[in-house]
């Protein structure tokens, strides 16, 4: 029997989530960013009860398998936390005098006509609900496959910043996670 069954509900639905840097710019190049990230998401599972299944960080996006609680919808929960996570990140670019890409972010925001100085991430997750143990699982391995797609480890458990690591070495270090398959 599998865990799945006693989660299920509106309040435990788990979504697919991926959350994207705008022009797909490389920010997380270094461990300050990917501790933005962790850091934040750190504190959405501790105050906003965030329950992460999974997730990778790749450097210029992240995919979460997440769910919100009724108090503290998912939808809220990632707002709030591309909000923060955004000004982290500007406060470290001006840090490093990454001009460049300051400025690939006030043009984003110029095109936006929100009236904000920087547009970190792309409009939308693209949430799609994991509806079940299959499906958990075929999101799950494509998360932990993409840094070894893209080159940067042989093996998914060696990225530090994936569940991967969770899953195979039931190392919770950088993230905690809740498995629910």
């Known amino acids: 029997m599998t865990h799945w069954k006693i989660i299920a509900g509106k309040e435990n639905e788990y979504f697919y989530l ?25 504190y959405c599972q501790d105050k906003k009860e965030l329950r992460i299944a999974g997730f990778v960080i790749m450097p210029n996006h992240l ?21 923060f996570t955004a000004k982290k990140i500007i406060e470290a670019l001006r840090d490093e005098k990454r001009n460049e890409i300051l400025s690939n972010f006030r043009e984003a925001a110029n095109e936006d006509s929100r009236g904000n100085e920087h547009k970190i991430w792309i409009e939308g997750n693209h949430p799609i609900l994991v509806e079940d143990e299959y499906m958990f699982r075929n999101k799950l ?35 905690k996670i809740k498995c629910i398959a």
Not at 23 to 33: D, E, P, T
Not at 63 to 83: E, M, V
Not at 162 to 174: G, L, P, Q, V
């Open 141 to 175: 391995s494509y998360m932990h496959d993409n840094p070894v797609r893209k080159g940067f480890v042989s093996q998914a458990e060696h990225w530090l910043y994936s569940s991967a690591r969770n899953y195979y070495f039931n190392d919770h270090t950088i993230l």
């Open 63 to 83: 995919h979460l398998i997440c769910a919100g609680i009724l108090n503290h919808p998912l939808s809220d929960t990632i707002r709030d936390f591309k909000q």
């Open 18 to 42: 991926t959350i994207t840097i705008i022009n797909w710019l490389a920010v997380f190049i270094s461990q300050k960013y990917f501790e933005i990230i962790t850091s934040s998401l750190k």
